[in-house]
Nanobody, 126 residues
Framework: VQLVESGGGSVQPGGSLTLSCAVSGVDRVDFLHCMGWFRQAPDKGREGVAA???????YYADSVKERFTISRDSSTDTVYLQMNSLKPEDTAMYYCAARRQVLQSTWLLHPSAYSEWGPGTQVTVS
């Protein structure tokens, strides 16, 4: 599986960005069990932001609930992260991740549960 993120950039507080994750190397994104967006700020560990089961169901970190929305487009094999009301503390490198195997929801936002990663896209809010 190959994952490539895009859509990062610089934005003022309160602004919006939409990140995209293009999926290739599988016949359909639905053949993956789950996908997630993670972020890593300088000198901090990688943290889960949002995740979804390709069969349905979305999950969010408390810090982004009501502001971020994860979605997928099976026709284009793309997963999106719509980010609204951005804050300076959202500044980080954002990564897309995927997993083929079954995963309990408890682990959906844990980076260690994912084996496939994209190179990341930078988001700066200032």
């Amino acid at each position: 599986v190959q994952l490539v993120e895009s859509g990062g950039g610089s934005v003022q507080p309160g602004g919006s960005l939409t990140l995209s994750c293009a999926v290739s190397g599988v016949d359909r994104v639905d053949f993956l069990h789950c996908m997630g967006w993670f972020r890593q700020a300088p000198d901090k560990g990688r943290e889960g932001v949002a995740a979804l089961y390709t069969s349905g169901g979305t999950y969010y970190a408390d810090s982004v609930k009501e502001r971020f929305t994860i979605s997928r487009d099976s026709s284009t094999d793309t997963v999106y992260l719509q980010m609204n009301s951005l804050k300076p503390e959202d500044t980080a490198m954002y990564y897309c991740a995927a997993r083929r195997q079954v995963l309990q929801s408890t682990w959906l936002l844990h980076p260690s549960a994912y084996s496939e990663w994209g190179p990341g896209t930078q988001v700066t809010v200032s």
